[in-house]
């Protein structure tokens, strides 16, 4: 005796928010149906096991038939398949599109590939997701890297648009598309204390002001990569560091702005050729790829970390960067002033977002 | 050459990929109707094609515009091989031929493979010009306008109600012709798909003439069905009711129209007055009540199997109305002749069949309601000679509806309401059925003949020899109004038609609980829903009885045989099984009776679902007692002591959840001796005037008679078992199958209707009856508690037009399938006797979220202290406290002005809620719209803007709950076939079936929303075929749809001023959060 066929369907779409969630997370349908009895929601409803084990099934079943209008967004809302109120869309899109902060942390950086797809189920064991819920994470990446990777315009933007994302989900997807494209490195040892908001915001800035959407919304290539322009320009920096005169008076000119408002003003006039010349060199190095992978780890190790053995406190970093940005300006010699703005802009913002 | 059909092919989207290598489509369109085909041009290389073509114009009789459909196909152009199908769409132009209807098809529509399903859609635009013909011998019926709703449409009025109509269209299937070896499934599905397109416009163009034949204009409860017979053909068949509508100007509707259209709940209808015209109870029925033993309110079910006429017994009696055999053709002019002939006998009486397939009816249409008529009969479908042509089965038809009418006679009663005809076919055994119930109608729609005169005549004498005054100012008030605003009694239709001396089957006969002039029966059984005028205690409630019975398999005639001989037994227990749970839910009539009999290879399936209701008029019905028949030893007696409490609890439970809590005041008149006119009418008063003093609850039974259960008996085993594995509905949740539910009338706007269907198999083969009772009934039960369970977050909620229907797919299945309406209601708005109270009901403030119950509350408990009339007592207290109540000229005045203070009440406190929180629109003073309607009307306009997909509402119910049916834009009655063989690939036969579902549903309302709908009302899921063959991977399914597309607007959102001065409250929900 068996029930050899089940279903239900409503003219309005009935979706439970909480077995989505399951379904989402990679739960079985036995194991939705244990986390929902241990849940308590048999007692509420008088319900019992098979009732709980059908409406499980069937809700599954929608989700899957929904699952390939959810891969398209903007057709769930002119599809005549479901009928779904648009908040309820919206709840569906939304949640989809969720991803775990320690899912990823592992994959930030690395190359969407088929690759990468197959070296999740170590991810999943290191993370604790499911390996299912690993994969519509990676997937949705994949497929949002893919659609805006060909349109032109400002990347946040398009993500909202084709994707109906909220704002804060549509910056998240955008950093994650921007950190994909660029392979900036984020799993080394001395990056993991960074969270994923960490490098969201990061990617933010230089979505903002280092992309040649940053200053020219006309043009025809977009958010994804960085300005070359700028990168050339950024090696004409270097007169800080090789033109000895030039690096004196900055150290002098910083110094006497420093002096006595911080207690770790000697560990800094010590310290500042040596940071200078690291923020001086990462900025000339930009213009090739493969060091521009290394960014992040390049101001941890060269920037950060020294200060960290020194024990400045954030305090510090901020007015230590800030008048070494300022004081440049000053030096009679330096013409850069614009490329020195733009540069040390999102360094200081990135550096101070880092710095804990 | 009448008709000029007109389209026009704008664009596609959301194509299938067809060529692999691009990734794209080269779509064109063919477009077809007739033998008429034109060609749009090829799109290239685009998923989404804008064709934007010409006008293609087809000129054509309107006889075609009626049968064909058009057919529209999509095709991906391929240079090389022939051009693949996408899919097809088929678009019934009906709608667009009558002019009260729709004016244009235009929208999106799914285009349709029955192998792969919806497949991207496609945006066309369909117009007709039309010049009706008005040869006299046309074949076309244009402009009958056809409603699958079963009462008078809501913005109509009948002005005459001409009976029944029927047809018949056979043709070969063609999934049986020899051609279908050779062709691929999906020509064969698409041949079937388009024939019963066909065959459907054929048989309601037919209908359509025979309407207007009987000088009507529309075709109301318009029932249509397939009989998939195999072999021996396909047959569509359809009956309804020939009326002649008239629209009612929507608008500026002060005018003197019965509000028929107003709102859906009851309470909304003019108030019941106490006392009511008496009806013609004893000189109105057929001369000559006939003495035919029929047992109960159940008529035996005739079996014939094929060779034996219909000779029984007890129909030797069946009047012969002259007009007795004859193909379909002599019955058409029949009626007609018959009524010129004799025109001093009743109109009803000369009517072939006397029959409506209407459920509910306008006031004045439904007199008294004798009980159930049913009868069955076995046919074997590969003994019909001649299968394409339908005069078998016609003769089978009119057998069943020949017994009938006689069943109908012997119950004292001239007409059959609520009437329906069903079959079951397993194999070459196939199983007609007709149900209805048997009643006597009020004169004033039907025909008018002589009769009519006869009618009032009788009445008046006889109404004024009862002498009491207040039901003389009653008849002075309704003659003046020349029988238009004659509110039938809340009690009159329980009357006992027929003679209670010669009673045509046992039953104990009381006097009527509610007026105590006339003679009423202690249970009735209806197939119509519960009149809106009837006084009702407490809620009602659905019952089921299930039964299952195994049969050996047998072959031709012995099988029909088997099945005849089984039958009556089935109906009986379904009988015994229905009564028992109607009393112990302390409840004494049926509302809706719907009984399905489903035959199966080796087992016979019986499902009957009704609305229980306490009827004010009727008596409690007496307590369920179990008796043992050998009292032996103690463990015995316990046992059954125990069962005894077991039930009485329940019972009293029942009681409470359903607030059956009549007055006891009826002991003291049962003793009585049968009082004159006079001494009633004064009986009555002396009550009303004791009344405040009886409010205890009726819990002893006092000295009605038990009903016995012998527990010795197997089957009595069986029926308690029954009884008490029936599990209690959740909390907050109500069902029924009726249109209204009793009790329940203040409902949100949020209402979702659903298809569930559950397949069950059978593994082991040797299960006795009862193991497969319990099997059967389990089943049931369970799918009923997964769609509360489902159903949750919409308590408390009301599951309406609960609809079961039960098949045997194959040798060890079952298969159940329910579609319903689960509608939201305010619960602590429920004003418990909602229907006594009477002008309470006027008013209502409703809220809509939890912020504001607080103050729902605290009106409440202000309207029952300062509202004089919010008694329990509500009929002594109408009649005795405002005698002004039943005229209703002076009534609504006088209404009106005790209700102004209480709105004002309303009117304070709604404005110091929250902005626009509470929407309390009366609309008893005209002179005094409501701000608040008015504002929210705008917020609420279009909730639903940010997509580009309308909402279409759907519901098996012929209302929108807090909504206003503006326009009834045609029928819609859609056929589709889908097949597979990846069943595996597409989830399973669940996977492949949801699916299935949800694509007729997303058709249905695209095809609405082209029409220019939101809604689409009286939906039902009349066919839900579904066979599998795992081992092959293929499943094949047939549904068939049908309903009538709707406008609607929210009460909400018509002016206040513009509500009918009977009407009252309006409701809405602001927010998009109910869609749907």
């Known amino acids: 005796m068996s029930v050899e066929l089940d279903v239900f369907v409503g003219n309005t779409t009935i979706m439970d928010k909480e077995v989505f969630q399951l379904w989402l997370n990679g739960y079985t349908v036995s194991d939705a149906v244990k986390v929902r009895i241990e849940g308590g929601i048999m007692e509420e409803c008088e319900a019992n096991a098979e009732v709980l084990l059908s409406d499980t099934m069937d809700q599954y079943r929608t989700f899957q038939m929904c699952e390939r209008l959810l891969h398209h967004p903007a057709k769930l809302s002119n599809q005549l398949l479901f009928q779904i109120p648009p908040d309820r869309q919206a709840m569906l899109i939304e949640r989809y599109y969720a991803f775990d902060d320690a899912f990823v942390r592992e994959v930030l950086g690395k190359k969407l590939s088929k690759g990468t797809k197959k070296d999740l189920d170590d991810v999943s064991a290191k993370t604790g997701i499911m390996l299912k819920s690993c994969r519509r994470q990676f997937d949705n990446f994949k497929r949002v890297f893919k659609v805006v990777e060909e349109l032109k315009g400002p990347l946040v933007e398009n993500i909202q648009q084709h994707f109906l994302l909220p704002d804060q989900l549509g910056r998240d997807y ?60 950024l090696k004409d920096l270097k007169i800080l560091i090789t033109d000895k005169d030039l690096l004196d008076q900055h150290k002098s000119l910083v110094c006497t702005a420093l002096r006595g408002k911080t207690n770790v003003f ?73 490329v020195w703005t733009r540069y040390m802009g999102v360094i200081k913002s990135c550096i101070l977002r880092i710095y804990h | 050459m009448p008709g000029k059909l007109k389209v026009k092919i704008v664009a596609g989207r959301h194509l299938p990929v067809m060529d692999r290598a691009s990734d794209l489509t080269d779509a064109f369109v063919d477009v077809k109707f007739g033998n008429t085909t034109f060609k749009t041009d090829v799109y290239p290389k685009s998923l989404n094609p804008q064709w934007n073509s010409e006008w293609f114009k087809f000129e054509v009789d309107d006889e075609d515009l009626q049968d064909e459909p058009l057919q529209i196909t999509v095709l991906d152009h391929d240079t090389y091989s022939a051009n693949d199908a996408i899919g097809k769409v088929y678009i019934d132009i009906d709608p667009l031929l009558c002019s009260e209807a729709a004016t244009v098809i235009s929208g999106w529509l799914p285009i349709y493979d029955t192998i792969h399903g919806i497949r991207g859609e496609i945006n066309v635009l369909v117009k007709v010009d039309f010049f009706n013909d008005l040869n006299r011998f046309r074949q076309s019926s244009c402009g009958v306008k056809f409603f699958c709703t079963t009462s ?91 009326c002649t509508l008239e629209k009612i100007s929507t608008l500026t509707s002060a005018s003197a129209t019965h509000p028929s259209n107003s709102s859906p709940s009851k309470d909304m209808k003019e108030p019941v007055f106490g006392e009511e015209a008496p009806g013609i109870p004893l000189s109105s029925g057929p001369p000559t009540p ?142 007609l059925s007709a149900s209805g119930t048997a009643a006597i109608l009020g004169s004033r729609f039907v025909q008018d003949g002589p009769l009519d005169t006869d009618y009032r005549l009788s009445r008046q004498p006889l109404v004024f020899s009862t002498g009491a005054e207040r039901v003389e100012g009653d008849m002075g008030s309704s003659a003046s109004l020349g029988f238009e605003e004659v509110a039938p009694p809340g009690c009159g239709f329980c009357h006992i038609p027929y003679d209670e001396l010669n009673i045509p089957f046992p039953a104990q006969l009381t006097y009527c609980y509610y007026c105590r002039r006339f003679k009423v029966p202690d249970v009735l059984f209806t197939t119509i829903d519960l009149p809106t005028e009837a006084n009702v205690t407490g809620k009602g409630c659905l019952i089921q009885a299930r039964l299952c019975r195994t049969k050996k398999k047998a072959q031709g005639e012995g099988n029909a045989t088997a099945i005849s001989n089984l039958l009556p037994f089935l109906e009986y227990e379904l009988h015994t099984q229905l009564m028992n749970k109607l009393k112990l839910r302390g409840m004494n009539s049926l509302f809706g009776l719907r009984i399905q009999i489903s035959v199966g290879e080796t087992m016979l399936l019986g499902l009957a679902s009704a609305t229980g209701v306490y009827l004010t008029a009727l008596p409690s019905p007496g307590r369920i007692q179990i008796a043992g028949k050998t009292p032996s030893d103690i463990t015995y007696e316990q046992h059954i002591s125990n069962m005894q409490k077991k039930i009485n609890d329940t019972i009293a439970k029942n009681k409470e959840l359903y ?154 299945l079952i298969q159940v399938a329910v579609t319903a309406v689960a509608m939201s209601f305010y619960k602590d708005q429920t004003l418990e006797n909602g229907r006594q109270s009477g002008d309470k009901t006027l008013i209502k403030a409703i809220t809509e979220n939890d912020e504001q119950l607080q103050f729902n509350l605290e009106l409440n408990a202000e309207s029952s202290s300062s509202n004089p009339l919010s008694s329990t007592k509500g009929l002594s207290d109408v009649s005795g406290s405002h005698p002004s109540a039943r005229a209703p000229p002076v009534d609504y005045s006088s209404f009106a002005d005790r209700c102004s203070s209480w709105i004002e009440q309303l009117r304070l406190k709604a404005h110091t809620i929250r902005r626009g929180s509470v929407k309390t629109t009366s609309s008893l003073e005209k002179a005094s719209p409501l701000p608040e309607g008015r504002s929210r009307s705008l917020q609420s306009n279009r909730s639903y803007s940010g997509s580009s997909v309308t909402v279409v509402k759907m519901t ?99 002016e206040a001023t513009s509500v009918q001065p009977q009407s009252a409250a309006t409701r809405e929900t602001s927010n998009g959060g109910d869609g749907t």
């Open chain 2, 152 to 242: 008078i449409p809501r913005c109509y009025r009948a002005v005459m109600v001409h009976g029944f109509v029927e047809e018949l269209v056979v043709n070969e299937d063609p999934e049986y012709q020899w051609i279908d070896r050779i062709r691929t499934p999906r020509a064969s599905n698409e041949a079937r798909q388009r024939l019963i397109f066909l065959m459907s416009g054929e048989l309601q163009r037919k209908i359509g003439l025979k309407v207007l034949e009987m000088g009507g204009n529309a075709v109301v409860g318009y029932l249509q069905c397939f009989d998939l017979e195999g072999e021996s053909g396909l047959v569509v068949r359809a009956i309804g009711t020939a």
């Open chain 2, 659 to 812: 607030e059956v809590n009549p007055p006891e005041v009826v002991e003291e008149m049962i003793g009585s001796p049968i009082p004159e006119p006079r001494q009633r009418s004064r009986l009555l008063r002396s009550h009303s005037e004791s009344s405040d003093e009886v409010t205890e609850l009726d819990l002893s039974h006092g000295k009605k008679d038990a009903f016995v259960l012998e527990i010795d008996d197997t089957d009595a085993v069986e029926d308690i078992h029954a009884l008490l594995t029936d599990s209690p509905m959740p909390p907050g949740f109500y069902s029924c199958n009726t249109e209204i539910m009793p009790g329940i009338q203040n409902w949100t706007s949020a209402i979702q209707m659903f298809t569930s269907v559950r397949v069950f198999r059978l593994n082991n083969a040797n299960l006795t009856n009862q193991g497969l009772n319990k099997i059967f009934s389990d089943l049931c039960e369970n799918l009923l508690k997964s769609l509360y369970f489902k159903l949750r977050s919409m308590i408390p909620c009301c599951l309406c037009h609960l609809n079961f229907t039960v098949a045997v797919p194959e040798d060890e």
């Open chain 2, 290 to 431: 006939l003495r035919v033993q029929t047992f109960s309110s159940f008529s035996p079910s005739k079996s014939y199997s094929r060779q034996s006429s219909s000779s029984d017994t007890e129909l030797s009696l069946t009047p012969k109305t002259g007009m007795g055999s004859g193909g379909s053709a002599g019955k058409e002019a029949g009626p007609l002749k018959a009524l010129l002939r004799q025109q001093t006998q009743s109109a009803l009486e000369q009517r072939e069949y006397p029959f409506f397939t209407l459920t509910s009816f306008p006031p004045g249409f439904l007199l008294h309601v004798g009980g159930v008529v049913s009868a069955r009969s076995v046919k074997l479908l590969d003994r019909i000679h001649n299968p394409d042509e339908p005069e078998t089965r016609d003769a089978w038809w009119e057998e069943i509806r020949q017994e009938i009418k006689s069943h109908a006679k012997a119950l004292g009663c001239h007409a059959v309401l609520g009437y329906s005809e069903s079959t079951s076919i397993c194999e070459e055994v196939c199983i």
């Open chain 1, 174 to 233: 955008a950093a994650i598309v921007f950190f994909a494209s660029n392979r900036f490195e984020t799993g080394k040892k001395k990056l993991q204390y960074l969270t994923f908001q960490d490098f969201a915001f990061c990617a933010g800035q230089l979505i903002n002001h280092w992309t040649v959407g940053a200053v020219d919304n006309m043009m025809d290539d977009m958010d994804v990569d960085l300005d070359k322009e700028f990168l050339q320009d």
């Open chain 2, 956 to 1054: 098996p119910l012929s209302f929108i709950p807090g909504a206003k049916i503006t326009k009834y834009l045609g029928i819609i009655n859609m056929f589709f076939i889908r097949e597979t063989s990846s069943l595996r690939e597409e989830g399973g036969v669940s996977g492949f079936l949801h699916t299935f579902i949800a694509e007729v549903f997303a058709m249905v309302r695209a095809h609405v929303a082209a029409l220019g709908g939101n809604a689409l009302v009286s939906y039902s899921m009349k066919e839900c075929v579904f066979m599998e063959n795992p081992n092959k991977n293929q499943a094949q399914s047939l549904i068939n749809v049908s309903g009538d597309a709707v406008i609607f607007v929210r009460e909400s959102e018509l």
């Open chain 1, 266 to 338: 000697n560990e800094m006039e010590a310290n500042f050729k040596n940071l200078s010349r690291s923020l001086v060199n990462i900025a000339a190095k930009l213009i090739n790829a493969k060091d521009v992978r290394d960014f992040f780890i390049d101001l941890v190790e060269k920037f950060i970390e020294p200060c960290r053995s020194d024990r400045w406190t954030s305090i510090d970093v901020n007015l230590y960067l800030t008048h070494y940005t300022n004081s440049a300006h000053i030096l009679d010699t330096f013409k850069h002033h614009g």
